[in-house]
């Protein structure tokens, strides 16, 4: 759900029968372009008729966006088979980053927590998550979380461009040298991401 350009339905489609629904729809197109089954929308409303119910429905870096989450958790159950999963991975409220990015803004430096939210990017952060707060939402829906994986997914060598992705940035090769110096510290702090494994 959600998948952009298609590049986690390509890696999955080798071994899997995969598809997927974005909001954009020059993106989706793009997808459908090389020959993705990608539909154009937002789940589970835009999801086509003939759709049946999944093994597994996935949100990479997605849910974080999305500020109706009753529904959405809704449309999963709606569309998960029995027994089928379902997976989410979020940026952590918990993570090392953010909680440095709660201090900094205690001193008026709002900018790192700013960039966090992603607020001057196309699709901001409506939310933030922890391990606690994921399951308990998921709970109330009958979602067991079966298993939880941290994952170190930053690639310090691209951080570059990854600061450069605000608009406001002015400073983002000072900020990924500096980043890169601390990055072996901050390996052994709290994760700032996580993959949750849910089932019904």
Known sequence: MGCSYGWFIEKAS?????????????????????GLRVHTGLFPQDLPPECGKYDFIIFNNVWEHINHTTELIDGCVKYLKKGGCLIITIPLSTGAIYKISEWLE?????????????????????????KKNIEQLMSKKGFKLVECKDIRSIDVNKMKERFEMDAEERH???????????????????????VFFFRI
């Open 172 to 194: 983002g090769g000072r900020k990924a040298a500096i980043f890169k110096l601390i990055y072996p510290v901050l390996k052994r702090m709290p994760a700032d991401k996580a």
């Open 14 to 34: 080798g071994v899997y029968e995969v598809e997927g629904i974005e909001a954009e729809d020059t993106v989706a197109q793009k997808a459908r372009d090389k």
């Open 106 to 130: 205690r001193f008026g430096r709002v900018k790192e927590l700013a960039r966090l939210w992603q607020l001057h990017f196309h699709s901001p952060h409506i939310y933030y998550f922890n």
